[in-house]
Structure formats: structure tokens, C-alpha cells
């Protein structure tokens, strides 16, 4: 195996997105967004030969509770042969121990786009891997294969949903979409009003704008609209990728709640993704614990499940300690995922 960073876009996109499995988190355009934040990023390519089998994107994450790399959804490969799945993920830690010291970074983690698996579980815990204690990005996320009609995607929603999204096309609600700072700004105002109500911790400001803004680049993002009489009601970014469209970020008003805008806006995104051609509408996270009404993410689950789709579980994240110091950020992170009930 020999790893090299791959410093060419189309090389790096053309073979992420011809894997059966990938998420836009092992984009370039992820890795992009993560620089305009500030953060160190490497592209690796893991070579058999002249043969690329697995890409890589590490990003150096900086946190108060202590520096640490990170590889989101990856390394993204196609592993036939268990054999090989090992080699790749054994030459890959071995670059990330060597960069770790060299970055002083405390711990390695992976969020593997592997299925929860009693093998693949065993491939981490042989290469010195322990779960971690939270999750960075969704484990267990609902998606809708788009390969049928509107009309068959419709009869496929729960008839509540379906029902619903009809009322609220009834009642006038429109979906607009763009990229524009009207666009991002009328989010951002909405979604920390969701966040104030919720009470959970949102992302910057920056953070959302510049993710819409890395994306919109190559016309893989929008930001999507519902309005009613002139108030808008709901919205959402969706990032398209690969043969996917994403339901990444969220938010909805406390107004007029009984116009049901959320529905209609989640129907107008799938239809915009069929017309892009995408195979399959990814809602992002849900809870694995769908029968715990307590959960934080119950509501949003049940709202999700609605339009019809399977759930799809990805392996825990994976935390590879690097110094003592790792132990002291376990504890932090699990006293993180405590208090916000996951």
C-alpha cells in the first residue's frame, strides 16, 4: 500500500462518488469548507500498485477541549475482500500516527461509512481503535430511494404526510430556493430562532454560511424557503453529491404552526433531487431509539419517517489515542453526550 495526497479535484471527486457507498462529508468541497474555517486538511489517496482503492480526507480539528484528527465518512473504497479492507485501514492509521505527533493532536477519530457489523467492529478494535463517546456526524440516518414516480413516492408516504403536504399546497404555501445572501441570511435568522427554542447548541454563523457558500460553487447546494402570506415558515440546506441529496441543516418558526410548510418543503426537495437525477434523498440522522418519546430526536425522527424510506445504521465512531490527554477528553465528550439526552 502507498499512501500519496491527491492535490488534483477531479481525481479526488471522480473516485468518491463512483464508490456504491460516500456522503458529501468525503467531498472536496467539505474539505474546503473545513479550510475556510481554519482547520489543516489532507487529501490522501491509498494506492495498490498504480491502482487508487481508498481516499482519505483528514481534517486537523481544533477544539478548546484539545486538537484532534478527524476523518468524516471515510476512507471511502470499495473493500470486496476483507483482507484488503484491513491493509487500507493499516496503512492509513499508520499516516495518521506520524501526522498526529507531528500536529500534537491527542487522539484520532473515525466515523466510518462501514454498516454497525460485529467484523467491522473487530477490523478497529485489532488496530487499536475504542468506540467513541460521542458521535460526530450521523450514525443512523434515514434515506428515500428515488428510482419511482412522483406518484409512487407520494403513495409512499405515511398517509398523514401525504396528506399534509396536499393541505399545505391547498393553503398557499410556496417553496423558493437560491444560494444568495438573501437566501442564507433568512436561514440563519430562522434557525437560530430554532435554536433558541429547542435550546441546542447551533452552528456559527460562519459555519453555516460558508458551507452553503463551498457548495454553491458547483451548484450543489440551496437553500430552500416555505413561506406563507410573506412569513417564512421553514427552511432547509441541501447539499447534492454524488447520486444524493442531503437534508443537512434545518430550521422552522413557531408561527402559524398549524400550516403545515415543513411538509411541502421536504416534497419540493425531493423533487428537485429527482430532477438532478439523484437516486437517493438522504434525511441525514435519526434516532436509533425510536420508541424512547424522551429522545431529543423522537419528533424529528417520526417527521422524517414519514416520506417513506429505510433506516440505514453506520458503524460508531472510532477513537485512536494518541497521548494521555485523550482520556481527560473521553471524559469531557461523555458528559457532552449525557447532557444533551443522545
Request: charged share 25%; net charge positive; glycine share 6%.
Amino acid at each position: 500500500m502507498d499512501i500519496r495526497e491527491i492535490t488534483d479535484k477531479n481525481i479526488w471527486d471522480n473516485f468518491v462518488t463512483a464508490q456504491t457507498k460516500h456522503t458529501f462529508l468525503h467531498s472536496w468541497a467539505w474539505g474546503k469548507f473545513n479550510e475556510a474555517m481554519g482547520d489543516k486538511v489532507w487529501r490522501f489517496g491509498i494506492y495498490m500498485g498504480d491502482s487508487l482503492i481508498a481516499a482519505a480526507l483528514v481534517i486537523k480539528v481544533h477544539a478548546r477541549r484539545g486538537n484532534f484528527l478527524f476523518v468524516p465518512h471515510g476512507p471511502i473504497g470499495e473493500y470486496q475482500v476483507s483482507s484488503i479492507k484491513y491493509q487500507v485501514f493499516e496503512s492509513l492509521v499508520q499516516k495518521l500516527k506520524e501526522i498526529a505527533k507531528k500536529e500534537r493532536a491527542s487522539f484520532v477519530r473515525i466515523s466510518p461509512l462501514l454498516e454497525r457489523s460485529e467484523e467491522n467492529g473487530a477490523l478497529f478494535k485489532k488496530l487499536g481503535f475504542r468506540n467513541a463517546p460521542i458521535h460526530m456526524h450521523a450514525e443512523t440516518t434515514w434515506e428515500l430511494a428515488l428510482n419511482k414516480s412522483e406518484n409512487e413516492l407520494m403513495a409512499g408516504m405515511r398517509k398523514n404526510t401525504r396528506n399534509l403536504v396536499r393541505r399545505a399546497q391547498k393553503e398557499g404555501v410556496e417553496i423558493v430556493t437560491g444560494t444568495s445572501e438573501e437566501f442564507i441570511n433568512a436561514f440563519l435568522k430562522l434557525y437560530k430562532e430554532t435554536a433558541d427554542r429547542q435550546n441546542f447548541v447551533a452552528f456559527s454563523r460562519s459555519y453555516i454560511r460558508s458551507e452553503v457558500e463551498s457548495f454553491a460553487q458547483d451548484n450543489h447546494a440551496l437553500v430552500f424557503l416555505a413561506t406563507y402570506k410573506g412569513q417564512i415558515l421553514s427552511s432547509a440546506v441541501i447539499v447534492f453529491y454524488g447520486d444524493s441529496a442531503y437534508y443537512h441543516q434545518g430550521a422552522n418558526s413557531n408561527a402559524n404552526t398549524k400550516i403545515p410548510a415543513a411538509y411541502l418543503l421536504q416534497w419540493e426537495v425531493i423533487r428537485e433531487a429527482k430532477r438532478r437525477g439523484k437516486k437517493y434523498y438522504n434525511f441525514w440522522g435519526i434516532t436509533n431509539d425510536e420508541k424512547n418519546i424522551k429522545h431529543p430526536w423522537y419528533g424529528l425522527t417520526f417527521f422524517k419517517e414519514g416520506f417513506g424510506g429505510h433506516r440505514q445504521e453506520y458503524a460508531r465512531a472510532q477513537d485512536l489515542p494518541i497521548t494521555s490527554r485523550y482520556y481527560i477528553i473521553f471524559l469531557i465528550d461523555a458528559i457532552r453526550r449525557i447532557r444533551r439526552g443522545l
